[in-house]
């Protein structure tokens, strides 16, 4: 979300002369987009300002600016701490960037904005003129809601990004199309909960969005995160099996296998529940890749609690899972519970979730070894490979993008590819995997690409 939305911010501020540098130290503008999810992002952005302090002594008129929900939660503390900063703006102040950033540049004054607002204001005129770049992405983000009313005891979601406002599917749709337009093959759906997309405002429900992306011409993959497994629907799990584009990835976050432990994060399933709905989904279509986010050491959970979580890693096998510490966040309910975990205790059971996982990472990534997967190439690998050819020892460019399944794949062209048909980014490529690591995949292109609407003929044959 907040790559989505450092894009919206470069979108917005492009009619003002301002443009993307590499290097801050130049820069007229720095602006810090920040994440508050866990008490380590939040230090980040403390010593990220931290270090811009003297390039603001150095250059009085550089103007800095901190967004995101670092931003909409601390508010006027944060220039009370750094006193270089100028400017604050919360999570529902991106639209008025420009305005805020205007009145500094007239009036060297400092700033803060962290109101919020129920409604979504659509940043149509901003997506319209999509910003003419040298080198089009092939992959974007799309924001289709915006906060959380679930409220999980450990989570600041709800309060920095506010309660849950879906955009309307005819903005959402349009921007779709734009990126189309531009060279977007993929787009993910972003929402905290997407399967209640649209309740709230009786709009369409997710799956009928999904159905309307679907029927975007010249748009090749769909993704979606996060869905919430109290709320995923048999119509999402249909829309697997039914819509061509929808990949066949599920990103399900169960944060804990304890049925304690998901009581007192209140995420209102149980062990049993989660279970099932993975069963559904892997029914309806089995080879959808799944995979999870988890907490360890949430307050209270106890040893016993934490087998649990491995035991369920064990039934169900994730193709791969993000593991967190547990940190208090402020004024999150979770912070007040008693019987906290020491942070050596969570480190170790950090470091056997993650020992477990990597297992099951590995046995579905080798089993992929000898098939071919169909990767959209996403541009140039930062690393070259050495292979041995009959003769010699040869040195190859790399190639990267990713399999329906949400995978990473390197691979390099075959030698026989026909002319028109050399690869670059955008393409849609075959490739036959010949190795298999803990994150990633690797392989050579085999054959002439292939649309995936060839693929759908075959799955519906
Ligand atoms: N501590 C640790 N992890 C957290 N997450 C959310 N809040 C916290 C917290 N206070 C994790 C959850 C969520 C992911 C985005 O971040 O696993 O799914
Ligand atoms: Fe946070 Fe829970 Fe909402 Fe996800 S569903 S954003 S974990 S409150």
């Not at 993704?223 to 999402?236: I, N, Q, Y």
């Not at 993975?278 to 307050?299: E, M, Q």
């Not at 008693?338 to 477990?356: S, Y």
């Not at 292979?387 to 399999?403: F, L, M």
Request: net charge positive; hydrophobic share 35%.
């Amino acid at each position: 979300m907040n790559v989505y939305d450092s894009e919206q911010i470069e979108k917005l501020l492009a009619p003002s002369g301002y443009k993307i540098n590499s290097s801050f130290e130049a820069a007229d503008l720095i602006i810090v987009n920040t994440c508050a999810i866990r008490e380590k992002a939040e230090q980040k952005v403390f010593s990220f300002l931290g270090r811009l302090a003297d390039l603001k002594r150095k250059r009085p008129n550089l103007i800095i600016g901190v967004g995101g929900c670092v931003a909409q939660q601390e508010g006027k503390k944060i220039p009370e701490r750094m006193p270089h900063v100028d400017l604050v703006f919360g999570t529902h102040a991106i639209n008025r960037l420009p305005y805020l950033i205007e009145k500094i540049e007239a009036e060297r004054c400092k700033l803060v904005d962290i109101e919020m607002s129920e409604v979504i204001e659509e940043l149509e005129s901003v997506i319209e003129s999509s910003l003419d770049r040298s080198d089009p992405k092939v992959t974007s983000f799309v924001t289709i809601m915006r906060g959380c009313d679930n409220f999980c005891t450990y989570c600041v979601v709800p309060y920095v990004r506010g309660r849950e406002t879906s955009r309307f599917p005819e903005s959402i749709v349009n921007e779709v199309k734009c990126l189309v337009k531009s060279g977007v093959q993929e787009v993910t759906l972003l929402g905290q909960n997407v399967n209640s997309y649209g309740k709230k405002e009786k709009l369409n429900s997710f799956p009928q969005l999904l159905a309307r992306v679907n029927e975007i011409d010249g748009l090749f993959r769909i993704r979606f995160t996060t869905s919430h497994p109290k709320d995923l629907s048999d119509d999402l799990v249909s829309a697997f099996k039914n819509m061509d584009k929808l990949c066949n990835h599920i990103h399900l976050p169960v944060q804990s296998g304890s049925n304690k432990i998901l009581k007192k994060m209140n995420r209102k399933y149980s062990r049993e529940l989660y279970l099932e709905k993975i069963d559904k989904l892997r029914n309806n279509c089995p080879d959808i890749a799944v995979t999870s986010d988890i907490i360890v050491g949430f307050p209270g959970e106890t040893k016993a609690d934490f087998e649990e979580t491995l035991d369920l890693i064990k039934e169900v096998e994730f193709d791969g899972i993000f593991a967190f510490k547990y940190s208090d966040r402020p004024n999150v309910p979770a912070a007040r519970f008693t019987n906290k975990i020491a942070e050596q205790e969570k480190k170790d059971r950090l470091q056997a979730l993650l020992n477990l996982q990597e297992c099951f990472t590995t046995k579905k990534n080798r089993a992929l070894i000898g098939t071919n997967e169909l990767v959209l190439v996403e541009g140039l690998s930062k690393k070259k490979v050495d292979r041995d050819d009959a003769q010699s020892k040869c040195r190859y460019v790399q190639w990267t993008g990713r399999t329906e399944t949400n995978k990473v794949v390197n691979f390099i062209q075959d030698e026989g590819v026909i002319p028109g048909d050399r690869i670059s980014k955008g393409k849609i490529v075959n490739v036959k995997i010949e190795k298999a690591y803990s994150h990633s995949l690797s392989g050579k292109s085999v054959q002439r690409f292939e649309r995936r609407t060839k693929l759908c003929c075959l799955k519906l044959a």
